[in-house]
C-alpha cells in the first residue's frame, strides 16, 4: 500500500508570506495523480491543487503552487501571499486507480 | 468544482440502533465513491471504495457487516451503520470521483453521536 507522510503537524507563518508544506510518499507505481486538501473548521474538505506524474511541470493555482520531484518522492505545497483564510489543515493526498490515500495532515496558521 | 452533498450533516441515534448516511454527487456522475471516517485532530481514514453497481471494497479492519454500503446509481452512495456503538461515533465524509484516477469531491461530512 502506498504511504504519505507530511513531517510538519503544525506551522505557522505571518499573513501575506510564504509558507512551504512538505508532503513525501512511498510508491512503486510510476503513474498516479497526487493532491493537496484544505480542511477549515467546517470540516468540509477543499482541493486545492492537484499533479499528475506523468507531468513534469508543477501546478499552480492562483497563490498555490507545488514542487513535484518525482525521483525524490517529494510533493510539496507553496502558499504565497497567505491569507486569514488560509487557516486550515492541509492533507496531501495520493491517487492510483481507485485507491486514495492521505497522510496525517498539517495545520497551518496564518497570522495577522 | 463537482458538488458532492451529504446528508444528514448530523445525527444522534440510541446503542443498537442502525444510520444510514447518504452521498449524493449533484453535478457529475460519481463512477467511484470513498467513504472515511476521521477522529477529532487526525487524518481522513479510508473505510470502503465503492464503484457504481458492484461491491464495495472495504479496507482491512472495516467490518463489512456493520459498515454497510450501496453505490446503486452513479449519483448516489449510501453508508449504513447497523447496531451502532458508542465506539462509533465519529466523522464520516464521503467523496466521489468522476473518473478514477482523478480528484475527489468531498461532502460536508456527517457527525454520529451514538448513546
Known amino acids: 500500500a502506498q504511504t504519505v507522510t507530511q513531517s510538519q503537524p503544525e506551522m505557522s507563518v505571518q499573513e501575506a508570506e510564504t509558507v512551504t508544506l512538505s508532503c513525501t510518499y512511498d510508491t512503486s507505481e510510476n503513474n498516479y495523480y497526487l493532491f493537496w486538501y484544505k480542511q477549515p473548521p467546517s470540516r468540509q474538505m477543499i482541493l486545492v491543487i492537484r499533479?499528475?506524474?506523468?507531468?513534469?511541470q508543477n501546478a499552480t493555482e492562483n497563490r498555490f503552487s507545488v514542487n513535484f520531484q518525482k525521483a525524490a518522492k517529494s510533493f510539496s505545497l507553496k502558499i504565497s501571499d497567505s491569507q486569514l483564510g488560509d487557516t486550515a489543515m492541509y492533507f496531501c493526498?495520493?491517487?492510483?486507480?481507485?485507491?486514495?490515500?492521505f497522510g496525517a495532515g498539517t495545520r497551518l496558521t496564518v497570522k495577522p | 468544482g463537482a458538488v458532492v452533498s451529504q446528508h444528514p450533516s448530523w445525527v444522534i441515534c440510541k446503542s443498537g440502533t442502525s444510520v444510514k448516511i447518504e452521498c449524493r454527487s449533484l453535478?457529475?456522475?460519481?463512477?467511484?465513491m470513498f467513504w472515511y471516517r476521521q477522529f477529532p485532530k487526525q487524518s481522513l481514514m479510508l473505510m470502503a471504495t465503492s464503484n457504481e453497481g458492484s461491491k464495495a471494497t472495504y479496507e482491512q479492519g472495516v467490518e463489512k457487516d456493520k459498515f454497510l454500503i450501496n453505490h446503486a446509481s452513479l449519483t448516489l452512495s449510501t453508508l449504513t451503520v447497523t447496531s451502532a456503538h458508542p465506539e462509533d461515533s465519529s466523522f464520516y465524509i464521503c467523496?466521489?470521483?468522476?473518473?478514477?484516477?482523478?480528484?475527489?469531491?468531498f461532502g460536508q461530512g456527517t457527525r454520529l453521536t451514538v448513546v
Open positions: 453535478d457529475f456522475q460519481a463512477t467511484t
Open positions: 499533479q499528475e506524474a506523468y507531468k513534469q
Open positions: 467523496s466521489g470521483s468522476l473518473i478514477s484516477p482523478g480528484p475527489a469531491f
Open positions: 493526498a495520493f491517487m492510483k486507480m481507485s485507491d486514495m490515500r
